[in-house]
Structure formats: C-alpha cells, structure tokens
C-alpha cells in the first residue's frame, strides 16, 4: 500500500513536472503529455522514482526563472506591501513575461504557415487554426481547446475573452481560469474594466481569492462592480471575513455603498458568522445610506441567519417583516430547517409554503414521526412525575445482556509478537501501524463510498496482529473487508473472519 | 497604491486589537482612532474575532489568512501560518453542504422522517470512514431527531463519536447538547458544557441558547444560576428576550417569590423602551399579581395584553400562560372565554392561537372545577385543531381521574393511547396499578405491573414493593412470590424487600420457599445476609424444628464460593503462564532468559506454543524484514480494489 501511494505521489510529481515543462516550452504540451498518458506508470518504475529525491522547488525556479509568478505568489502577495506607484504599472509585474520574444511575434504574424504548425504539433495535425475555430470553440465552451490554440498563437478578442472567463467560472477549473488569466495579461485587452471583473468573478468561482485579490488591487481603475464582486467572492469561499474588511475599505475610501454592495456584505456576514454585524449593517444601511430596505435585503438576512444556524432567530425575523411573507420567504426558511435537520420547522415551513403556493406540494412526503414529548409547549412543567417509578439505571439483566455484548467489542492490543527486530516496544507498536495492509485499507477507506466492501491482495501472509486489527476495523467501519493473503482469503465482516482465526 | 495604505493600517488595527499592540503602532494609530470601540459594529466585530483568533496563534492579520486560505494544488504550503493543533477547528459553512455530501445528507433526512434513528446513527458514523465525511449539518440532523424521541444515550454517543472524528461542533450541536443534559435532569454537566463552549469554542452562542439554558435551569429548580445567566446575556451584546424573561418569571412565581416577578419585568420594561409588545411575559405578572391578591391589577394586566386595540402580539405560549393564571386563580369563566376566544383565532398554518399546552390547561381546569366528562371531551377535542398530546398529557388526565375514582374512564383513556400511538410509561401503569389496588382489583394491578415489564419499562423497587405489598395484603402470596422471582433477577433489592417476602411466605408456612429466597440471597453480592434476618429466618425454621437447614445452606454456599474462587484464581495463573511462556518463547535468550529462571519450567510446558509461534513468526517475518527498511519491494503488489468503483479506486485501476 505505501507503494500505492507512492505511486500516487510520483503520478502528481510527473504530472505537476510536465506541467512545468509546458510553461517552459509550451508548443510541445500536446506531444509530451500524450505521450506520459500512454506511459502510465507501470509499477515496477514506481519505487525508483519515489525514492530519488524529489528536485527542491528552488532548483525548477533557477531553471525557469520566469516561474517565479507562482511561487511569488505564495511568498510575497504584492498587493501587501507598499511600493512605489510606478512598480503597480510594471508590465512584467511577476507575470510570465512574454516568452522568447521572437518566436511570439513569429507565430502571433503567421499563425497560418503550415511550417510552424507542423513543428508544433507532430502528432496530429489539424488544419491551421484560425480566429474562427477560436471562436467556435470558445463558444460552445471547450475551454481547454481554445487555450491550445491561443498557445498556438491565434490571437483572441474581447469577445472571446469574455466567454471563456465565464465557461471556466462554469467549470471551476482553477487551472484553465489561470491559463486564460495569463494569455488575458498578455493581450491588448489586459486594461479592461469589464474583462478584469469577469477575471475576479470568475477567480472568485474557482476558489482562488488570492488571486483575484492580486488583480483587484492592480486594476488600473475599478467601479462598484468590481468591490461587490470581491465581497461575494470573499463570502463564497468563506473568508467572509476578508470580505467585511474589504467593506470597511471601501467605506474609508469614501466610495458610497448600494444596495447591491449591502447584499454582498450579507452574504459575507453569513460565511463568517458575523450575525451581530449583519443587523448593524442592515440598521446603518437604512440610516446613514437611506437605503429603504427591500425584499432582498431581508432575505440577505434571512441567510445571515439560517446560515449561521440561528432558526429560530430566523422564524422570528419572518414574523416581524414589514410586509407578508410570500411562499419564497418560507421555502428559503425550510431549506434552511433542511440544512440543519429541524425536522418540526421544516414540516410548519413547508406547509406555510404549500398553503400561499400550491404548486409548491412535495409530492409522496414521508409523515413525519411524533415526538416523544412536548415538553416545550406543554405547560405541564414540573408535573413530570417519571423520576419517582422509573429504575435510574439498567436491569441487572439487561447490563449483563450489554456487558456481553461490550466484551465483544474489545479494543486493539498490539499484539508486538509480530515484530521480530530487536527493538523497543513502542517501536514495535509503531512498525506495526505500517503493515501494507493496514495503510491499503485506510487508504481504501478514504476514497470509496461508505459500506462499499474493499479488496485488498497482497503477496505474504497476513501477521496475526493485523487480522486482530482488521477483525476490529470491520466492525467499526460496517465494511466488508476482502483481504487474499498468499494463503487464502479473508473475508472481515462484523469483526469476525471468514477463516474462524485459523489459516 | 491608492489601496495600500488603508490596508497597513487597518492591518495595524489589528495588530493593536490583539491586546499585544507593538508600542510604534499604538502611536501610530492613536491619531486615527482611538483603541476603545469607536461603533458597536466594532465591538461586535471584535467580539466574533476574539472567537475566532482562538483557532490560531499568533494572532492572524486577516491578510495572510487570505493567503493560507488559498487551496491551489500546485502551490507548495510552506507560507501557512503553523496552527496550533490543539486549537479548536471552525465548524464548516453550509457551502460544503454539496455533491456527495449533500446527497448524504438528504439520505439521512429521509432515514430520520422513516424514524430508523439507529439506522441513520449508524450511517453517519460508517460515513465517516469512506470518501464522504458527514457534514456537521447531518450529524445535527441526526442528534435532533435523536433528542425528539428522548434516546439521550444514543445521542451521546454519538456526539462523542463526532468529536473523536474530528468534526468541528457548530452552535446547533452545542444548543442540541445543552438541551440534552438539562432534560436528563444534569444542570451542572449542561452548565460545565457551556462554560467550555463560552471559553474554549470558536463561535459565538446564539439568543436560542440563552433560551435552552434558562428553561432548563428554572426546570431544573436552579433559579439563581438562571438569573446569573441572564445578566450575562446583556453582555454578550444581545437583544433582552421575552421568552427568557417568560421563562424566570414563570420559576420565580414556582418559587412563589412575586417581587421579583415584578422586578424582571420592570428591568425588561426599562431595557425595551416602557412597552413589551411580546405578550409572552403578561400571564407570568397576572400570577405575580395573583399571588400577592391583587386582583384588580391582575385584570387590569389582562385587559392590556388582550383588550380592545391591545398593540400586544399574543403567541399560542403567551395565551396558554394568560389562560394558566386566569384559571387557577379561580377566573374559571373568563379562562373559559379566553379559550374560546382563542379558538377562533386559531387557523393554521399562518396563525397558531392553541397548542397542546391550551389544552392541557383547560383539562385542568375542568378537573378543578370537577367537571371531569368536559375535562374529558377537550382532551378529545384536540385533535380537531391538529394538536396531538404526549405521554405526559395523558399521564396528566389519567391522574386527575383516578385520584377522583373514576378508574373506568381512565382505562378508556389509556387504551385511546394505545390507538394513537402514544407509548404508555411507568407513571401510566403505576397510577392505573395503585388506582387498581385501592378498587380491590388486584388481578388487573398485577396484569398492569406485568404489562409495564414485558413492554420494556423499568419500575424501581418502590413501584414493587408496592406491588407486594398490595398483594400480599389481598393474601395472593403465590403471585407475589412469582413477581419476587420476576423481578430480583432484574432489580437491585434491599434487605426489607427480601426480608418483606420471606415473613410473607413463613406466614404462609412455605418454609421451602423461605429458604430458597435466602440461597438468592447470599448469591445476590448487593445485601448482606446479617445476624438478625439469619435470626429472624432461623426462629421460623424453629417452628418446624428445622433450624439447622439453614446454617447447611450457609456452609454450603460458602464452601460453593470458595470454590469458584480458587477456580478463578487458577484460571488466571493459567493465562498468565501462557502469555509468559509466549513473549519468552520469542526473545528467547536477551531479555527473559537470563533474568528470571523460574521461567523455565514454564518456557517447557509452553514449548507447543513457543513452536507454533515461531513458525508463524518465520512466515510473517518475511515482512517485518523489508517493512522497516525503505524498500517497499516485498509489498509490492498490494492493492486496493474498491468494490465499487470510486473516485480514488479509479485512479488505481489505472495503475495496474
């Protein structure tokens, strides 16, 4: 199992290197990556290449320096210092600079000539492509074809650029939205207020604040757009914090809020739990703003609160709206009781809902079970006379029942008779948490389904402690666990095996 | 650049917040706003990020968490802030309530609508060892569905169970916590999880759990500690709450303290601005009112809250507590037009006037004034207006009826019960028994105690002995022996109890039985067989000239006893010997060998064990030699199959 996982890691390593070598010289992509799908790992290469010491980060960047963009990004977030006012407006701005500046210009002046074509991609060869395959592609949303043949050299448009931000918001491919970013940077269109907002909106989808903050903060001019997208971005990921931060930048600035700014710093108070702030927001908007709070102010609210938890604050914010609530007010509320498994307020919710809409009727609706008591409504308080009859602890009978079934449920001991080196017994103990099959069932465990059996085969006989553990594992996790040793198989089920301790 | 310089100082704010400002930028910032909280938007922010900054020392300037946030792959995780292990984890957000994990979720929801709690328990727990961890949104899902059919024991484990695997409690399983512990009568371990949440949780409570608290408190007969609780609410920077000032007040006119009924609602007055609208508090100062016999201002407090033009909003609570004090307080006609009234505000679902408290009020009521077949028809007439009662409802009325011999109606009660699908419980039966007994129907007494065992449900010895003693009263001496028999299996009995029986059956000249309750007895580890109970049973025995059977029957068990205990001890020295004959047979020489020789005799009778043992050894060895080496080569082909094919399975299929 180490081995799997080995092969794991080694897979991520080759594929992150090639990676690199595509942003090193990336007319070869298509070739090379071909041809490392094809390879695919055969096990024997596997263990060789797990133990060479992976190449440190630093040698890659002195190989490629202009790799530096990402690791700056991690390092040395530029928007956090100060700088001088000329360094913002640097082209290069840790940006991949444009690559081999020749070659570039060659191929964006004859993106046509059959030569070059030919050269780049050996294995197919396409027609040359053209600004209108570009388009094609990017409008029926194959994003990854498009960045190809923009890495070819066609050169896209506003147009283009503005589809393809949205297709990898769609997609959520963070990879694609970097790709797209850098080719953005690299055209004419890099300045565009619009497009830089699609980047934030479509950065903000794809899980990568850092880097929509970092083009946030080098947009040359910005308008309300951009702010509420940096706050909804923030609130998405849940840094709602970062997104209140924002806020209050903006309020410094001097910039004047909107209705739609106060929806996203709802939506940021939601993703931090800042319910308190959420209504002094919500009380500043209508006094310092003089915003009249509208339908979707309160439901922003709503949020606020059904996310954090807070359902019966909820409930009582919908009895005191300023007007009747519609169907929409209590569906959300339901939803919310859904989330966070109130079963009694999604059942008064939901035929709140039916009574205004009809329409809205769940269908074959399991009833719900009554419960047990009602202690809440009863006003039978202190009435409650259970304590004075019933036995305090179990039966006599019905704890040894239990205690019977307890012993079965016995915890690990190590059994360190297994472990034949001359070390200490902790060491012993510890060498036997690494048994292959103990690591191919937790890794099995981690990637399937839950009450899925797992198959685990190995080429030795399976040590005694280890059929003790997996005996117990069974049990716990509620698998079957099919285990072939080089003598048979076992099959763990409910903390017993199929070989009755005998093999 | 325009940016840059509000965000060095608010990242200044910050620093200086943390209560380690450096001194340049205390001074720095001391021109631009002072340290104290300049708005309550501040003091709340402040607030929520003290929760939070707990997570993770040292103090994070929200700028770097941006950047530690980031979860791209590709880039290496050296620039994290290194958090404290120790700390306590953020629960998660609702957003990662999707894909797979939400589909867990509605699986769940529907396992709990189906009511297979243990089926949905055990589902969350399987679930947290596959490729999708249950949200804590399920496993509030699970816990409150737990708490609605009372399964305290289930929910606690499995609440621990969730804590052991790492999913980070949020303010739901907190409240869910509270509520469990206060309902199982356990204020001070409620009390001692709060002070854990207020101290060491990374969230903030919300007003429902001041709610939770405080009803239990007061329940609980712990009043001070609930007004204690109060006054922290204020600090915590919420909004003062009727239903918590509802609930003290409802405890101190418990307590019959009426001072402070007016004193809690001055101090709510004074803090919502000389008007509650909330009618929740008005019944609680009509019973102040009451108490103190000032009738006059008790209906002048009616009047408001329920006049004409009364700008009082009345929820179902606040009217059932109106109609709590109007009548026991000998208001029963206007409690009576209350009640009506109510009912025809009733129209669900938008407006709930009545709930099953309304009804149980007016049961009451009724019985008080004895008009027992109205009592009777109102309870009935409940379900017309979608309100179902609980076991404690009926439990109410099946009282009121026995204590005023009306057994008959009473047993039509409980079987209505049974059609409704209400779970009878001890209070029930015992009640139905004690009624039976005291009508000379001591077969039906008996059939009720047997009932209540068969069905599951644990009466303690008092419940028993009363049983006893009814029956032994009606000189059915063979029943009682049989429930003796029944019940000293199950029940941890005294010395009264056993010694109640045997004067019952030497009475009754079963000396046999007598001495068969005594050999239970000395086997029974709880009670001692003393002097006097072996005197009182030896000058029974006399009678019949057999004194002697009993010290026989003493020798007897004592020599049975030393017995199994030497046979124990054995048992053990046996297993010790092998396990030593075990570990000695594997380290043959190093360690045992030389030290203690008296090992040897037993390394010879364990020499089957010791061959068997290193052949096995031999054959797993082949492992253990390459498993610490970093050579994974002799594992090589393990693997994984995954039954199904799931996500990482995939990826390994491809491998091969």
């Given at each position: 199992m180490a081995l799997l996982m080995a092969i794991r890691r080694a897979r991520g390593r080759i594929e992150s290197s090639f990676f690199k070598v595509r942003l090193a010289n990336s007319s070869n992509f298509t070739f090379n990556r071909n041809s490392n799908n094809n390879q695919t790992l055969s096990t024997s290469a596997i263990p060789d290449d797990y133990h060479r010491p992976s190449p440190p980060p630093q040698q890659q960047q002195q190989k490629a320096p202009f790799r530096g963009f990402q690791n700056q990004g991690q390092f040395k977030p530029s928007y956090q210092q100060p700088r001088a006012p000329n360094q913002w407006n640097n082209l290069n701005q840790g940006y991949p600079p444009v690559q081999n500046p020749n070659q570039w210009t060659q191929r964006v002046q004859s993106p046509n000539r059959d030569q070059v074509v030919e050269d780049q991609t050996p294995v197919s060869s396409p027609p040359p492509p053209s600004i209108e395959d570009l388009i094609r592609f990017c409008e029926t949303g194959k994003v990854k074809e498009a960045i190809e043949l923009m890495e070819q050299g066609v050169k896209a448009d506003w147009n283009c650029f503005h589809r393809l931000l949205d297709h990898c918001a769609e997609s959520k491919s963070y990879e694609n939205a970097k790709k797209v970013h850098d080719l953005l940077l690299q055209s004419t269109c890099r300045g565009d207020l619009q497009l830089n907002n699609k980047v934030i909106e479509m950065y903000g989808k794809c899980g990568g604040m850092t880097d929509a903050r970092r083009v946030f903060d080098h947009m040359p001019d910005r308008d309300m757009q951009s702010w509420h997208l940096m706050i909804n971005g923030y609130a998405d990921n849940a840094l709602g914090d970062d997104g209140l931060h924002l806020f209050e930048q903006m309020r410094q600035l001097g910039l004047k809020p909107t209705r739609e700014t106060f929806l996203a710093v709802f939506s940021a108070c939601a993703s931090a739990d800042a319910v308190e702030e959420a209504f002094i927001h919500f009380k500043s908007m209508k006094d310092e703003c003089g915003i009249d709070p509208g339908f979707e102010h309160y439901m922003g609210l709503l949020g606020v609160l059904g996310k954090c938890g807070h359902l019966n604050e909820a409930e009582e914010l919908i009895e005191g709206l300023p007007f009747e609530p519609m169907a929409e007010v209590w569906e959300t509320l339901r939803n919310y009781a859904r989330i966070h498994g109130d079963v009694d307020l999604e059942d008064r919710t939901e035929e709140l809902m039916v009574a205004l809409d009809p329409s809205k009727a769940v269908a074959n609706k399991i009833p719900t079970p009554p419960p047990k008591k009602r202690t809440a409504i009863s006003m039978l308080d202190g009435k409650n006379r259970i304590s004075e009859f019933r036995n305090p602890s179990l039966y006599k009978d019905d704890e040894k029942l239990k205690a019977s079934i307890g012993m079965k449920e016995a915890g690990y001991v190590p059994d360190t008779r297994y472990v034949l080196h001359d070390i200490d017994q902790e060491a012993k103990e510890q060498a036997l948490l690494y048994h292959s099959e103990r690591l191919a069932i937790a890794y099995g465990l981690i990637s399937t389904p839950a009450r899925t059996p797992l198959r685990i085969i190995k080429n030795l006989r399976i040590c005694g402690d280890c059929h003790n553990a997996i005996k117990i594992m069974s049990k716990i996790v509620g698998r079957e666990l099919i285990v072939r040793d080089n003598k048979r198989f076992h099959h763990f089920k409910d903390g017993k095996c199929s070989c009755g301790d005998y093999w | 650049m325009a940016l840059s310089k509000p965000i060095f100082l608010t990242h200044l704010k910050t620093l200086a917040k943390t209560n380690h400002p450096s001194p340049s930028a205390a001074s720095f910032i001391s021109f631009r706003r002072s340290l104290s909280f300049s708005s309550p938007e501040e003091a709340a922010a402040e607030r929520r990020r003290r929760k939070r900054r707990l997570r993770i020392e040292p103090p994070l300037s929200s700028l770097n968490r941006a950047q530690s946030q980031a979860q791209q792959s590709t880039k290496p995780q050296q620039s994290q802030i290194p958090q404290n292990p120790n700390s306590p984890k953020l629960p998660e957000t609702v957003?990662?309530?999707?894909?797979n994990r939400l589909n867990l979720h509605n699986r769940i929801l529907s396992l709990i609508r189906e009511n297979d709690l243990d089926e949905a328990a055990l589902y969350t727990r399987h679930s947290v060892y596959s490729n999708c961890r249950p949200t804590i949104f399920t496993v509030n899902s699970v816990l409150n569905a737990l708490l609605r059919q009372s399964k305290y024991s289930d929910l606690l484990s499995l609440h621990r169970f969730i804590t052991q695997a790492g999913i980070a409690p949020n303010v739901i399983t907190y409240n869910l916590i509270f509520q469990t512990y206060l309902d199982c009568r356990k204020p001070d371990t409620a009390l001692e999880h709060y002070r854990q949440f207020i101290n060491d949780a990374p969230i903030n409570p919300s007003p429902t759990t001041y709610r939770i608290l405080i009803k239990g408190l007061v329940d609980n007969g712990r009043l001070p500690k609930a007004m204690e609780l109060k006054d922290e609410i204020g600090v915590k920077g919420f909004a003062p709450d009727p239903i918590v000032y509802h609930y003290l007040m409802t405890g101190c006119v418990r307590s019959g303290d009426s001072d402070c009924v007016f004193r809690l609602y001055e101090e709510l007055k004074e803090k919502l601005g000389g008007f509650v609208e909330d009618g929740v508090v008005y019944g609680g100062l009509m019973k102040g009112y009451f108490m103190r016999g000032m009738e006059k201002e008790a209906m002048e407090c009616y009047e408001e809250a329920l006049g004409e033009g009364s700008k009082v909003k009345m929820s179902a609570i606040a009217n059932n507590s109106v109609l709590d004090a109007l009548s026991k307080n000998g208001k029963f006609d206007e409690a009576l037009r209350l009640f009506d009234r109510m009912i025809g505000e009733h129209s669900p679902p938008r407006r709930l006037a009545v709930n099953l408290g309304s009804f149980n009020v007016m049961v009451d009521g009724y019985c008080a004034e004895g008009r027992f077949k109205d009592a009777i028809d109102v309870f009935r007439k409940m379900g017309d207006y979608r309100c179902s009662p609980d076991t404690l409802s009926f439990n109410n009325l099946i009282e009121q009826l026995c204590n005023n011999g009306m057994l008959g109606e009473a047993e039509e009660i409980y079987r209505e019960m049974g059609e409704k699908g209400v779970n009878p419980d001890e209070v029930t039966y015992v009640l139905l028994m004690d009624t039976c007994f005291k009508e000379d129907r001591a077969d039906d007494a008996a059939g009720y105690f047997r009932k209540m065992v068969e069905s599951g449900l644990r009466p303690n010895l008092a419940v028993y002995n009363k049983l006893v003693d009814g029956l032994v009263k009606v000189g059915k001496i063979d029943e009682a022996k049989s429930f003796f028999d029944l019940m000293v299996k199950k029940l941890k009995m005294d010395v009264a109890s056993y010694k109640f029986i045997m004067e019952a059956l030497s009475e009754a000249g079963k000396l046999d039985e007598v001495l068969n309750v005594v050999d239970t007895m000395l086997d029974d580890d709880g009670v001692e067989c003393d002097e006097e109970l072996q005197e009182f049973v030896k000058a029974e025995l006399r009678k019949e000239g057999r004194e002697d059977d009993l010290g026989k029957l003493i020798e007897e068990k004592e020599r049975q006893k030393a017995e199994a205990k030497a046979k124990e001890i054995e048992a053990a020295e046996a297993a010790k010997r092998s396990a030593r004959a075990a570990v000695s047979s594997l380290l043959?020489?190093?360690?045992?060998g030389n030290k203690d020789s008296e090992t040897e005799s037993a390394e010879a009778s364990g020499n089957v064990i010791e061959a068997a043992s290193v052949n096995e050894a031999a054959q797993g060895g082949q492992e253990e030699i390459f498993g610490g080496t970093p050579s994974i080569d002799a594992d090589g082909k393990s693997a994984v199959e995954a039954g199904t094919e799931g996500v990482g399975s995939a990826g390994i299929e491809t491998n091969k």
């Open positions: - | 957003s990662a309530l999707s894909g043959p020489s190093k360690l045992f």
